[in-house]
């Protein structure tokens, strides 16, 4: 967009002569001194004073040269949100969780029929990892499931929450015990009554999960034995069920088993699935669509979570 002229009346006022702004703009004296003529020929009042060959802004010349810097600034802008929605060619996107990654495959099919030239680079980790890489600027968005979203003011969607359970061996005495009964909750008290001389199976640290229950541990005083430590829900199913241990899983993976007994902790204990984006990010029409995307799969195929 054709601005020079508006830099010719700012250069000269900047200067305060004709030859120093003539030869800071590239243009011959001629040239400028022609074209502040007509500006005020058109305008119809001088937007300069001269003395002695100085050039001082007039009152109008004040504000002409007011309203060019700001009709500069507004162009400048302009020209860069176009460059920059127009080549809004890769979003960088992060994963914390194993259902996090499921939504992103499950969406993209849809993203690449509207975007089919915005590539996405994934980046999965867990939650620590995958938040310090929004907080530095090195993702664009992350699927999270979160502990806590306090942290995260101002940069964050909040998509659904998931309800954290208990999963212990069915052979274990005290669940022999519940044969039967429909009523499955423990309070912290019970739970380490009943299991706390059995060996954990735990999320890796960093994980939301294992963040929720070091605190949930933190607050009993209690230790214990850790029997293994793995980033899959389904991995701590399969060795609750071979009587290696007892842990903790989002209830999205309490699916009904023999082998495993299910319990609903009191007070109960929530992961957040949430959307983060770093906070200086524009949205684009691409990166709206994808939360919209997201929104979609979880009102979809979450609705048995609890909210």
């Not at 701590?236 to 495993?260: A, H, L, T, Y």
């Not at 939360?291 to 979809?300: F, S």
Request: hydrophobic share 35%; proline share 4%.
């Amino acid at each position: 967009m054709d601005i020079r002229y508006l830099e010719y009346i700012l250069a000269l006022a900047e200067t305060g002569n004709m030859t120093k702004a003539a030869k800071k703009l590239y243009v011959s004296q001629p040239t400028l001194s022609q074209f502040l003529t007509k500006q005020e020929t058109e305008l119809g009042t001088p937007l300069f004073q001269r003395s002695s060959g100085t050039y001082t802004l007039t009152p109008v010349g004040s504000l002409y040269a007011e309203y060019a810097k700001k009709i500069i600034s507004l162009t400048e802008n302009l020209e860069k949100d176009i460059k920059r929605v127009s080549n809004t060619s890769r979003i960088r996107i992060g994963t914390s969780s194993s259902s996090s990654m499921q939504m992103l495959s499950y969406i993209l099919a849809d993203f690449r029929k509207y975007y089919p030239k915005v590539e996405l680079v994934l980046s999965d980790d867990n939650l620590r990892s995958t938040s310090n890489l929004i907080s530095r600027g090195e993702l664009d968005l992350a699927l999270i499931a979160a502990n806590s979203l306090e942290q995260y003011k101002g940069q964050n969607i909040e998509l659904k929450k998931e309800e954290v359970i208990f999963a212990a061996p069915s052979i274990h005495p005290y669940c022999q015990k519940l044969s039967g009964s429909r009523s499955r909750t423990l309070d912290s008290q019970l739970l380490l009554e009943q299991f706390s001389k059995f060996p954990f199976i735990l999320q890796h640290k960093g994980s939301c999960i294992r963040y929720l229950i070091e605190d949930f541990f933190d607050k009993q005083d209690f230790n214990p034995t850790i029997a293994c430590s793995t980033s899959h829900a389904q991995s701590i199913c399969d060795m609750v069920s071979n009587n290696i241990g007892v842990g903790f899983i989002p209830s999205w993976n309490g699916i009904s088993s023999d082998q495993i007994t299910f319990f609903s902790l009191e007070p109960k204990i929530y992961r957040i699935h949430s959307i983060l984006y770093r906070k200086d990010l524009i949205m684009d029409p691409p990166h709206k669509f994808l939360i919209e995307l997201a929104k979609k799969y979880v009102d979809t195929n979450w609705n048995h979570l609890p909210k």
